[in-house]
């Protein structure tokens, strides 16, 4: 268990995280976050370029032999963080993270070194809210030529895919994993509750899909990457929570009411302490789970389960932290604030609900009703 | 000091002073003497001036050789905040004189720092010590005092001089216990036993020799004891399930006729929260191994507290009809405190403490607000006037 693994960040991971930032906050300011986000480009293609081809982030996971970083998910976690930050508009998660995870796991379909070097998006198709654990969802069926049809519902990142990862069953019940161009399927794009990260459905009307993985491998393939997945977005939950938190004391010490700073009552500063608290154990699950993943520890499972019970949650209390405490003008459209309980309460069911990965664990670690 | 070296002590001390054929105080001294009592105090103060994390290798070979040890629950005060305090202001006599019996534990330790009109306002206090000669005389009184009964020794702070602000006019010294002016009465608590006491001082003489620090400055002083403390309450390493939450879960695995939809909820919730705690921990002790030392330390026993009172709660829920029954309310003085002893009743009772003792969860609060996000201090009129204008 955790004796062995080590929980801090790398001299490597902190140069990353500080090259991440450095780019965020030049090309993904709150105000350009947030006039993007109404739009018909609710992605920015820009930013994604940058960061996943010239940073090389899309990569990251991705062995050198695939045209990868060769780093692994411990660095992928501190992406994830920084993104979370900064509720930046761009395919990380449905892209670098659960799609490449299941590519990796699934075999590449030889797509990994497109992938890794950020020139195709091939985005996982599953509902957001699939959590590990779960059957493979089977609403889409295959022929045995690769046919396929049906639809898969509430698809992070698909708006801007440009291959689907697609889950399917033939007439025998038998899984299969495909790679469907995405200018085959319509893609419909959902008014969502998070604004950064619209979720869309994907239609399939006799798209030609080709096999990726088979049987057993496409089923182990979904699992994982909704596995790594769920480990991930931790990371980007303690990132959305560092922000609001930093964002929530920053303010606090400047505004005044009744002659002083309002961060001066013991009534504020006891919740914030309280919060912070929350953050640094945040801080810990996310990393345990990023390392556990990284290293493939037989306690991954737990591990996730557990960053995501914690982590879902804290996020959005952050966020609803961040309003409460900055009063009116927390409730305004014009602050960034709101863009982050969107992202939190979205991602508080996605990939698991923090119920679902409780239920996950008392069957894990034997704590049955 | 690498690992080896001290690998090659510990075979030394073994070798010289085999523990089946030991008298135990005497192995206890030679292992102190060795300097493999606690490897990063200095040398010939019980340590070898190693890296802190050496010591796992030590108590791990020492404890399969079959070893005696301190047992150091028994003396937990005069090894967490005596030791790093004399440690750090004593005198190289103090030092030698108080360390080695410390720990070995042939002189236990007491701390007498709370009052009646002085608990989270630590620096109000009221024990009066003038100086006399060489010495200084001591009266007033001090509450919350563990192992007082048993203690040898106490690390005090008494107020030497009353027309300063209450920080400054603060000194720190050790005070004989066996002095005929130190009066122990047991004070009772909600569990029915009592493990505290209230201490009078009626006129106790302490030389200056045994003042730890300059006069006056003893607030400052007794920060390093009470950031220990809080270390040593929140810091242990613990196993997956170690603490309270192991307790519980056992109770859930072996009486699955007690399981409700409900209890079942909030015994994941809090196994999860056990488990960050135990995390943050592990990060923790990782950030200080590293000299990268977080603002942590706070932290832990925040958490440490609140979870300790939802679990000893849960499980008397659990019980049922078992959890209206306690196990003993006679009053008894305990040497050693187990907050995970006894039974479910006594445990919940006592988590009820853990919020309070070592510095409230709301000091606490303050003390994170404050140092580590950097927020205002309340406004307050007590910090410049002299402590004897404070009104009361």
Redesign the interface.
């Known amino acids: ?3 062995e693994v ?3 960040y790398s001299e490597v991971e902190e140069e990353l995280r500080a090259s991440v930032r450095a780019l965020l906050a030049r090309k993904a300011s709150a105000e350009a976050v947030l006039g993007r986000c109404e739009s018909a480009e609710p992605y920015d293609p820009a930013l994604w370029r940058a960061l996943a081809a010239d940073l090389g982030l899309a990569g990251l996971a991705v062995p050198e032999a695939d045209g990868g970083a060769g780093a692994g998910w411990r660095e992928v976690a501190v992406v994830m963080e920084e993104l979370g930050r900064s509720a930046a508009p761009v395919p990380y998660l449905g892209g670098a993270v659960l799609g490449t995870a299941a590519l990796l796991a699934a075999g590449g379909g030889g797509l990994l070194p497109d992938v890794a070097g950020g020139r195709r998006v091939a985005v996982l198709a599953v509902p957001l809210t699939s959590g590990p654990g779960a059957a493979l969802p089977a609403t889409v069926a295959a022929d045995g030529a690769g046919v396929l049809r049906g639809r898969v519902t509430s698809v992070a990142d698909a708006l801007v895919a440009d291959v689907l990862l697609v889950p399917a069953r033939d007439a025998d019940g038998v899984a299969g994993l495909y790679a469907v161009a995405a200018g085959d399927v319509e893609i419909v794009r959902r008014t969502s509750l998070d604004l950064t990260r619209p979720v869309a459905h994907v239609l399939l009307d006799g798209a030609h899909g080709q096999l990726v993985a088979a049987g057993e491998l496409a089923e182990a393939a979904v699992r994982r990457a909704l596995l790594v997945g769920a480990g991930m977005l931790a990371s980007e939950q303690l990132g959305i929570a560092e922000w609001c938190l930093a964002t929530t ?1 920053a303010y ?2 400047e505004r005044r009411q009744f002659g ?2 309002v ?4 009534a ?3 919740r ?3 919060l ?2 929350e953050v ?6 996310a ?2 789970a990023a390392a556990t993943l990284a290293a493939d520890d037989p306690d991954a499972e737990v591990a996730v389960a ?1 960053a995501q ?2 982590c879902g949650a804290l996020a959005v209390r952050a966020a609803e932290e961040c309003i409460q405490l900055h009063g009116g003008i927390g409730m305004t459209w014009e602050h960034p604030a709101h863009l982050y309980l969107k992202r939190a309460k979205a991602d508080q069911l996605a990939l698991g609900t923090p119920g679902h990965h ?2 996950e ?2 069957r894990l ?3 049955h ?1 | 000091m690498e690992q080896t070296d001290v690998r090659e002590r510990v075979a030394r001390l073994l070798a010289e002073h085999d523990p089946a054929r030991t008298d135990r105080l005497a192995f206890l001294r030679a292992r102190f003497d060795a300097g493999l009592a606690w490897v990063h105090f200095p040398v010939g103060l019980g340590g070898l001036a190693a890296p802190r994390a050496h010591q796992v290798l030590v108590d791990e070979e020492l404890a399969a050789a079959g070893a005696p040890d301190n047992d150091p629950r028994r003396i937990g005060i005069g090894l967490g905040m005596a030791a790093p305090t004399v440690l750090r202001y004593g005198t190289e006599e103090q030092q030698h004189r108080f360390l080695r019996p410390l720990w070995t534990g042939e002189e236990v330790w007491c701390q007498l720092f709370s009052e009646p009109g002085a608990g989270s306002d630590l620096a109000a206090l009221a024990t009066r010590a003038v100086r006399d000669g060489d010495g200084w005389v001591v009266n007033g009184q001090k509450v919350w005092t563990s192992s007082a009964h048993t203690a040898r020794w106490a690390i005090l702070v008494a107020r030497t001089d009353p027309d300063v602000p209450k920080h400054a006019g603060i000194t720190y010294f050790v005070c004989d216990m066996t002095d005929p002016g130190v009066e122990v009465r047991p004070l009772r608590q909600i569990t029915g036993e009592a493990e505290f006491n209230e201490v009078f001082l009626t006129d106790v003489r302490i030389p200056d020799t045994h003042r730890l620090g300059p006069v006056g400055d003893g607030w400052r002083v007794a920060q390093t004891t009470l950031n220990n403390e809080r270390v040593a309450i929140g810091g242990q390493a613990m ?3 170690g603490g309270m939450i192991g307790v519980v ?1 056992r109770t ?2 072996d009486h699955p006729e007690l ?1 409700t ?1 409900d209890l ?2 909030r ?3 809090s ?3 056990a ?6 921990g ?2 923790l002790r ?2 200080l191994a ?1 000299g ?1 030392p977080g603002p ?1 330390g706070a ?1 832990m026993k ?2 440490f507290a609140r979870l300790a009172q939802e679990l000893s709660g849960l499980e008397v829920e659990l019980l049922g009809e078992d959890g209206l029954e306690y196990d003993d309310w006679s009053m008894r003085r305990p040497e050693i405190v187990d907050f995970t002893g006894r039974e479910a009743g006594y445990r919940y009772l006592r988590a009820k403490g853990n919020s309070i003792e070592g510095g409230t969860s ?1 000091i ?3 003390i ?3 140092r ?8 307050r009129g007590d910090k410049d006037l002299p402590w004897k204008e404070l009104p009361r």
């Open positions: 268990m955790s004796g080590d929980l801090l004391v606090v010490r002083r700073a961060g001066s009552f013991q504020l500063k006891h914030l302490a309280d912070w608290l640094v154990g945040a801080r810990a699950a990393r345990y557990v019970a914690y409780r239920a664990l008392g670690v034997g704590v009703m | 196993p997956r399930e879960a859930w695995r399981r939809p079942h909820q015994l994941l919730g196994w999860v929260d488990e960050v705690a135990r995390l943050t592990e990060r990782q950030q590293s990268q942590e932290a925040l958490s709301e606490l609060r303050n994170i607000a404050e580590v996000l950097g927020l205002p201090a309340e406004p």
